[in-house]
């Protein structure tokens, strides 16, 4: 490798082996050296694709495969290989990203016939559970709020809402005076696609959004006031979702929660407490308004999770062994 890119990399690609391996390393090192000079990449990123590249021409070698002439099936075996060597996902992405750059940039020059990395598929990043709120937690987000002020009258009852309905932030920033039906005791949401469902509201929920209906909105209500929208700014406009974030936010600081509290936690917390309460995933699908059914499965995990908890708990030998 050149004094450039060995500078950065604190290591050379191995020359032992075959003049095959040696033409291979020069070429692995001319490609190195150009994502260098294009300035495209991070140096430590530079630095990460050579060590990557370095393993990849070790195992090449140990496994009799000529590199310029690999099939998609061999590097699907390298991928095993990482796989199996119990690289994380992150570890193998970069690695794969660098013998992508390296094969395309190989087939531009002229020195393989074909690519074989182009249709070589990333494995999935596994998905990190959502975090749901304990009982304590919401109330102590809920309790937050200065409900002596129209803006607490408000803030309550948006985060009444969401933990009533499980609704996305901007469910909550599109919501009208008229959507909330009383005598009913639901409310009208329109979510991705403007799709529209019907959610049920529990009383509690239902009594913080009348009392701010009475007591608060008309005070925000200013001249020039949407007339529509159900909540309002203190400058009398419909409450956009970043300021609904930003809102939920303040409040969750105050209440002392961590910054993994986030306005989608309410969703998760909603539909957690469904499933734990014995609700199909269905209609845990329905009310949280996700298209595809296997959106909705990641919650019966937190649910899971929370019955464990509460066995635990409950259980005479519960804490053992902890």
């Known amino acids: 490798m050149s004094a450039s890119v060995e500078g950065e990399s604190g290591r050379g690609l191995s020359r032992e082996g075959t003049e095959k391996d040696t033409s291979f390393s020069l070429l692995v090192e001319a490609y190195l050296n150009r994502i260098s000079r294009l300035g495209n990449y991070s140096p430590n990123t530079v630095r990460g694709y050579a060590t990557d590249l370095d393993a990849f021409c070790r195992w090449a070698r140990r496994s009799g495969v000529e590199p310029l002439d690999i099939t998609h099936a061999q590097l699907r075996s390298y991928l095993a290989y990482l796989v199996s060597a119990r690289y994380g996902s992150s570890t193998i992405n970069r690695h794969l990203s660098a013998i992508r750059g390296l094969y395309a940039w190989l087939l531009r020059e002229g020195h393989t016939k074909k690519d074989a990395a182009a249709a070589l598929a990333s494995p999935r990043r596994p998905k990190?559970?959502?975090?749901?709120?304990?009982?304590?937690?919401?109330?102590?987000?809920?309790?937050?709020?200065?409900?002596?002020?129209?803006?607490?009258?408000?803030?309550?009852?948006?985060?009444?809402?969401?933990?009533?309905?499980?609704?996305?932030?901007?469910?909550?920033?599109?919501?009208?005076v008229r959507d909330i039906d009383f005598s009913q005791g639901q409310a009208k949401l329109f979510g991705k696609g403007s799709k529209e469902r019907i959610v049920p509201v529990y009383a509690v929920a239902l009594d913080?959004?009348?009392?701010?209906?009475?007591?608060g909105r008309p005070v925000l209500s200013t001249s020039g006031a949407d007339e529509a929208a159900l909540f309002l700014s203190t400058r009398g406009r419909r409450m956009s979702a970043d300021a609904l974030r930003t809102m939920?936010?303040?409040?969750?600081?105050?209440?002392?929660?961590?910054?993994?509290?986030t306005p989608h936690s309410m969703r998760h917390t909603f539909a957690t407490e469904l499933l734990s309460g014995g609700a199909d995933l269905r209609s845990v699908q329905e009310l949280l308004g996700h298209a595809d059914l296997s959106t909705t499965q990641i919650y019966t995990h937190l649910s899971v999770e929370r019955l464990k908890d509460a066995a635990r708990q409950a259980h005479p030998r519960g804490g053992e062994g902890d």
């Open 128 to 176: 990190s559970l959502p975090h749901a709120l304990t009982d304590e937690e919401v109330s102590d987000l809920l309790d937050d709020c200065d409900e002596d002020t129209p803006v607490g009258l408000r803030d309550r009852s948006v985060l009444e809402l969401m933990y009533a309905t499980g609704a996305r932030i901007s469910e909550v920033s599109g919501l009208d």
């Open 208 to 215: 913080k959004i009348k009392a701010y209906l009475q007591l």
């Open 248 to 261: 939920f936010e303040r409040h969750a600081l105050r209440a002392g929660l961590g910054p993994h509290v």
